[in-house]
């Protein structure tokens, strides 16, 4: 089975800094890599993903992850927030498109003007 | 992209009484749909995971008696929250698979369930 550990809850972080999000994995096989990002009493909304290919992608709002299989890592960087970045992240793994999505705990984002 | 709505986003209900949640893709068939629980300030949890036709699988610890799904289409998927309590207030969230091979799946926006 696998699983994903994002170890911190709650990241403050001031406007225009940088910021990285931490998520390790852990899995037998080859998984599947998400972040999707919810802002308060919304869904989940795909941020971006890692199936094959780059280990570097990017979504468009300028956030970007790095696929690290020997440190099975997929942590989530932005080099400058912005106030509107302020949302619980959540790091995801799946086995395949029809496998059940196993999420993190979730690291709050905290964007302090 | 692909949409996944929910119907009701909000709904209270007494305790006692039943609700049902619709999940529906709006753009693309699904062949397989999840349903998540998220309680406060935590991650989401699996539920049960819904394949159109078939019986759904539901996670260990999940009373399939109490949450009752129906995945009848290829588009709808739903849950119904039998004899609801209190305890069963929460944000519930749906999410749907394509056959496109995307290996995303697509979330609804969710509905919050509270019981009297």
Known sequence: AQ?????????????????ELRCNYSSSVSVYLFWYVQYPNQGLQLLLKYLSGSTLVESINGFEAEFNKSQTSFHLRKPSVHISDTAEYFCAVTLGGYQKVTFGTGTKLQVIP | GAVVSQHPSRVICKSGTSVKIECRSLDFQ?????????FPKKSLMLMATSNEGSKATYEQGVEKD?????????????????SAHPEDSSFYICSASSRDGSYEQYFGPGTRLTVT
Do not use: C, G
Not at chain 2, 66 to 82: E, G, P, R
């Open chain 2, 30 to 38: 699904a062949t397989t749909m999840f349903w998540y629980r998220q």
């Open chain 2, 66 to 82: 109490k949450f009752l799904i129906n995945h009848a289409s290829l588009t709808l998927s739903t849950l119904t929250v039998t």
């Open chain 1, 3 to 19: 699983s994903v550990t994002q170890l911190d809850s709650q990241v403050p972080v001031f406007e225009e800094a940088p910021v």
